[in-house]
């Protein structure tokens, strides 16, 4: 069974630019997640998808950061401007229909804003 | 919401000894704790997990205990190797997979 693939692995933008990353879940997963992981902490929810529908977007920092999951397969998130303070591990996850069993990583983006 | 704390932050062990790292947690009504290892550059890797119904739960090498009552749950590797090395995250949820929350982490060093 494939994992979940993200691209791409590294990005590297001036603050102030914009950046997106896609993300292909493990394939019949209904639920798809985005965290930010911050270099020496634990991964932090960003936004929750229910086939192509948001779940829970409660910390996602809405004046910035936008996520689509059209057709209900890959997502992106995007970060429009960036600032310095979003560097950071962006990671995917999914899981079947509402359900924690068989929820998989992908292995990340790492973003660096100078 | 959902608290997720972790101790210790850093342990280092000898090839060979015993690793015990603990997690508390504030919703009572989360009833799913997992545990994740990270190595450098890779995604977070379930390696265990445990349901609220059961108290202990073993695989190989590795254990986690529940204390429900007292809302902490522990992770236990024995006779560890060097490829052990990584950073560990606990994790509580609700069956659903909502209030998904990680504890900070705990950077394992293997000293051969």
């Known amino acids: 069974e494939a994992g979940v693939a993200q691209s791409p692995r590294y990005k590297i933008i001036e603050k102030r630019q914009s950046v997106a990353f896609w993300c292909n879940p493990i394939?019949?997963?209904?639920?798809l997640y985005w965290y930010q992981q911050i270099l020496g902490q634990g991964p932090k929810l960003l936004i929750q998808?229910?086939?192509?529908?948001?779940?829970?977007d409660s910390q996602l920092p809405k004046d910035r950061f936008s996520a689509e999951r059209l057709k209900g397969v890959d997502s992106t998130l995007k970060i429009q401007p960036a600032k310095l303070e979003d560097s950071a591990v962006y990671l995917c996850?999914?899981?079947?229909?509402?359900?924690?069993?068989?929820?998989?990583f992908g292995s990340g983006t790492r973003l660096t804003v100078v | 919401g959902e608290n997720v704390e972790q101790h210790p932050s850093t342990l280092s062990v000898q090839e060979g000894d015993s690793a015990v790292i603990k997690c508390t947690y504030s919703?009572?009504?989360?009833?799913?704790f997992p545990w994740y290892k990270q190595e450098l550059g890779k995604g977070p890797q379930l390696i265990i997990d445990i349901r609220s119904n059961v108290g202990e739960k073993k695989d190989q090498r590795i254990a986690v205990t529940l204390n429900k009552t007292a809302k902490h749950f522990s992770l236990h590797i024995t006779e560890t190797q060097p490829e052990d090395s990584a950073v560990y995250f606990c994790?509580?949820?609700?069956?659903?997979?909502?209030?998904?929350?990680f504890g900070p982490g705990t950077r394992l060093s293997v000293l051969p």
């Open positions: 919703d009572s009504a989360s009833n799913y």
């Open positions: 994790a509580a949820s609700d069956n659903y997979g909502q209030n998904f929350v």
């Open positions: 998808f229910q086939n192509n529908g948001v779940v829970d």
């Open positions: 996850a999914s899981s079947p229909h509402r359900s924690n069993y068989g929820y998989t």
């Open positions: 394939s019949g997963h209904a639920t």
